[in-house]
């Protein structure tokens, strides 16, 4: 019983130093003010190193603040558990997925396991290889803390859309 735990606890060291890796190529973690967020609090993260790849093509300014736009409304949406909503204004990519009936009804099931999500705090922001941003919020009910990672691409009719989503939650000590 022991060796297929330490085999499970391997592969997931492995998942999670091949993802935390690969943040080279994103901006440093920061506190971002997003529109109808409440406040959020300063992560810690050290100082830009400076040093950008030029083979990577940089996100325009503006779709960071498209992003961070999309990741309110989105956040807002989630909120007032308006899931169909939430499946709507996501790319192509993300609704292959599953259909729109099987993404309400696991995030009904969610919140009606977790209750609804409240006072979102922006932890962090980078880009995606200069595709896009991904934006990242801790959350909260009476019984757990919740990270929510959403990644957002520009599609070719010009609006930002969820191009990703996942949820994390973890029980209040």
Do not use: W
Request: a positive charge.
């Amino acid at each position: 019983m022991t060796c297929p735990r330490c085999i499970k606890a391997a592969s997931l060291l492995v998942v999670l130093v091949a993802f935390v890796g690969c943040k080279s190529k994103q901006e440093q973690p920061a506190a971002v003010a997003v529109a109808g967020a409440p406040q959020e609090q300063a992560t810690p993260g050290a100082a830009p190193s400076g040093d950008k790849q030029s083979s990577v093509p940089a996100v325009p300014p503006k779709d960071k603040a498209d992003a961070q736009a999309a990741a309110a409304q989105i956040i807002a949406l989630m909120q007032a558990g308006d899931f169909a909503a939430v499946y709507k204004n996501s790319s192509a990519g993300f609704k292959q997925i599953g259909s729109e009936s099987q993404f309400v009804a696991k995030f009904q099931q969610t919140r009606q396991n977790v209750g609804a999500l409240q006072n979102p705090k922006a932890t962090s922001i980078g880009t995606v290889a200069g595709k896009g941003y991904t934006l990242t919020y801790r959350l909260e009910n009476a019984r757990y803390q919740t990270d929510l990672r959403l990644s957002f691409s520009r599609s070719p009719s010009g609006q930002m859309e969820l191009a990703g989503l996942n949820q994390h939650d973890e029980l209040k000590k």
